[in-house]
């Protein structure tokens, strides 16, 4: 059974230009959330999905969207991108139930020069 | 709000060593699961154990065993007989989803253990 799978692995952009990243969950999971890493603010929560609805909302500025599509496929956009947003994104699905645990991406590292 | 907090930065040990992290957290939610997450250098986070608040009832997996002691707040994990592959960052982590929502996690700062031959 194939796994939580984010594309690209790697990119590297410039201030001010925006980018999409996108998710691919585990088979038959609906919910999907996005998380991001960095080595100061360490693993938080950005957003989740679920039936192609927000559900949650991390606290972060208006220049970090997502979208869930109806197979479950989802995206995230950074516009106008900031140095600070350098990290690695990761991505993570589940069946949204009590047995279903979060299972994540390998992530997408960002950089901004 | 809630929070977690893993004291530890850095665990060294040399392998067979048993490795005990420790994780404390803060919740006003009476429902509630914690998690320990492992993240070995490709990134990914992979998931270990879960345990939600109703169950205190302390299991052992393997090598892999942990103390949930709600009077305390605290879900501590061991890692008995450590070998080098368990080289990693472990992170302990706490859902809302007895508030319904099961995909948002509060992460502790995590612990890296370093297994040395």
């Known amino acids: 059974k194939a796994g939580v799978t984010q594309t690209p692995r790697y990119l590297i952009k410039t201030r001010g230009q925006q980018v999409t990243l996108s998710c691919s969950p585990i088979?038959?999971?609906?919910?999907v959330s996005w998380y991001q890493q960095t080595p100061g603010q360490g693993l938080q929560f950005l957003f989740e999905y679920f039936s192609e609805t927000q559900r949650n909302k991390g606290n972060f500025p208006g220049r970090f969207s997502g979208r869930q599509f109806s197979n479950s496929r989802s995206e995230m956009n950074v516009s106008t991108l900031e140095l600070g947003d350098s990290a690695l994104y990761l991505c993570?699905?589940?069946?949204?139930?009590?047995?279903?645990?979060?299972?994540f991406g390998n992530g997408t590292r960002l950089t901004v020069t | 709000a809630q929070k977690v907090t893993q004291a530890q930065t850095e665990i060294s040990v040399v392998e067979k060593e048993d490795v005990t992290l420790d994780c404390v957290y803060e919740?006003?939610?009476?429902?509630?699961?914690l998690f320990w997450y492992k993240q070995p250098p490709s990134g990914e986070l992979v998931f270990l154990i879960r345990?939600?608040?109703?169950?205190?009832q302390n299991e052992i997996s393997g090598r892999y065993s942990w103390n949930f002691q709600k009077s305390t707040s605290s879900f501590n994990f061991t890692i008995t007989a450590s070998q080098v592959v368990d080289s990693a960052v472990y992170f302990c982590?706490?859902?809302?989803?007895?508030?319904?929502?099961?995909?948002?996690?509060?992460f502790g700062a995590g612990t890296q253990v370093v297994v040395t031959p």
């Open positions: 993570a699905s589940s069946r949204d139930s009590y047995n279903s645990p979060l299972h």
């Open positions: 088979s038959g999971h609906r919910s």
């Open positions: 919740t006003r939610d009476t429902t509630y699961y």
């Open positions: 982590a706490l859902s809302e989803a007895g508030r319904g929502s099961w995909g948002k996690l509060q």
């Open positions: 345990r939600n608040s109703f169950d205190e």
